[in-house]
């Protein structure tokens, strides 16, 4: 068993960093996040401006699964049952402002609650389980949990980071948002807007390349099917160009 680790510092920042599991290195020294992705997870923390220890640390589950796969136990099992018994219990206690769940494990548990059972499949070999809000679609989103409606941020875990890199930049981006967001309890959600004329963004752009501003740019679609392309210089609004009518579906 490798139980929760409530912060071993003081600080303002209210976080707790949920994962799944326990690996071998978390086994054998009782402590989460200790192994590989432990480590790096510390340093992106630190670059977000907070220490580890600062943290609350936890598992769905605080059993190593055989193989580290989570999978391997019944998610209506006890291993992962009294898991997140013992979970729920520690994050009442701490009252964190934010969660942040590392990976698909610990979201569904923030997005369904215990009981609701995840199918499972292979992939890649292994077996893993088929999660309705998958984190790799999530990520970067904040929403209220069913843990008392505490406010949760979805992202990847770091193991998958160090399996596919391309994903580091956006952990830390999620991380350093959680960081944010840990400083208060309130659940703020950004309201959005759209511009669909032409005319107006045509003048934007124009304005854009005169003022030599940065833009963030979004294509939908791939080759040959390309529904739409947006641009924007601020969170809040953003133009969209469509290449596909609605009604003639061209």
């Known amino acids: 068993m490798v139980p929760n680790l409530f912060p071993k510092l003081s600080s303002d920042y209210r976080i707790a960093l949920v994962g799944d599991a326990p690996g071998e290195d978390e086994e054998k020294t009782g402590q989460p996040f200790t192994g590989a992705s432990g480590r790096f997870l510390a340093i992106l923390l630190s670059r977000a401006g907070v220490q580890k220890e600062m943290c609350f640390l936890g598992n769905v589950c605080q059993t190593r699964p055989e193989h580290n796969e989570l999978a391997s136990f019944d998610w209506g099992g006890p291993e992962i049952q009294s898991g997140l018994t013992q979970l729920t219990a520690d994050l009442t206690e701490f009252k964190p402002n934010i969660i942040v769940a590392l990976g698909g494990a610990p979201l569904h548990y923030l997005k369904c609650g215990m009981a609701y059972k995840p199918l499972?499949?292979?992939?890649?070999?292994?077996?893993?389980?088929?999660?309705?809000?998958?984190?790799?679609?999530?990520?970067?989103?904040?929403?209220?949990?069913?843990?008392?409606?505490?406010?949760?941020?979805?992202?990847?875990?770091?193991?998958?980071?160090?399996?596919?890199?391309?994903?580091?930049?956006?952990?830390?981006?999620?991380?350093?948002?959680?960081?944010?967001?840990?400083?208060?309890?309130?659940?703020?959600?950004?309201?959005?807007?759209?511009?669909?004329?032409?005319?107006?963004?045509?003048?934007?752009?124009?304005?854009?390349?005169?003022?030599?501003?940065?833009?963030?740019?979004?294509?939908?679609?791939?080759?040959?099917?390309?529904?739409?392309?947006?641009?924007?210089?601020?969170?809040?609004?953003?133009?969209?160009?469509?290449?596909?009518?609605?009604?003639?579906?061209?």
């Open 120 to 250: 499972k499949r292979k992939s890649k070999g292994r077996l893993v389980f088929k999660y309705p809000h998958p984190s790799t679609v999530w990520r970067g989103s904040l929403f209220a949990s069913k843990l008392n409606g505490c406010k949760a941020l979805a992202t990847v875990h770091p193991a998958y980071v160090l399996r596919d890199y391309s994903m580091a930049p956006l952990l830390q981006f999620d991380l350093k948002k959680g960081v944010r967001e840990s400083l208060t309890a309130k659940l703020v959600l950004p309201e959005r807007q759209f511009c669909t004329d032409p005319q107006m963004a045509l003048s934007f752009l124009t304005g854009v390349k005169q003022r030599k501003e940065t833009v963030a740019i979004d294509i939908e679609g791939g080759i040959n099917s390309m529904s739409c392309i947006s641009f924007s210089n601020q969170p809040g609004f953003a133009f969209i160009v469509p290449f596909f009518d609605k009604n003639l579906n061209r």
